[in-house]
């Protein structure tokens, strides 16, 4: 059974921090980039981080950049997102995805997804 599990979410004042986890396995994961999204009621969902499997690199977008940081633990079987500096607006389900085609921002590349966490930022 493939699986990808989001852990470490919860309800964080503005200006805080927060580390998420996706734990993973069932599946050849050290071939795949790992990627974290959400998405926010009446938003599509928006992706926020990539870390590729052949060499480790990384990948932002401006809204994120420089606020979020994504690592690898293979040893564990887990991939992280440390967010700091969080915004009202960083409220919304996340989501990690494992993919085989590398890094995208696009949904439909990724095979394999979690169920989502929620992340509440809010005084």
């Known amino acids: 059974q493939f699986q990808l599990v989001e852990s470490g979410g919860g309800l964080v004042q503005p200006g805080g921090s927060l580390r998420l986890s996706c734990g993973h396995s069932?599946?050849?994961?050290?071939?795949?980039?790992i990627a974290w999204f959400r998405q926010a009621p009446g938003k599509a969902r928006e992706g926020l981080a990539c870390?590729?499997?052949?060499?480790?690199?990384?990948y932002y977008p401006d809204s994120v950049k420089g606020r979020f940081t994504i690592s690898r633990d293979k040893a564990n079987h887990t991939v992280y997102l440390q967010m700091s500096s969080l915004k009202p607006e960083d409220t919304a389900v996340y989501y990690c995805?494992?993919?085989?085609?590398?890094?995208?921002?696009?949904?439909?590349?990724?095979?394999?997804w979690g169920q989502g966490i929620q992340v509440t930022v809010s005084s």
């Open positions: 995805a494992a993919g085989g085609l590398g890094c995208s921002s696009l949904t439909d590349v990724y095979d394999y």
């Open positions: 069932g599946f050849a994961w050290e071939y795949y980039a």
């Open positions: 870390i590729r499997d052949s060499d480790g690199s990384t």
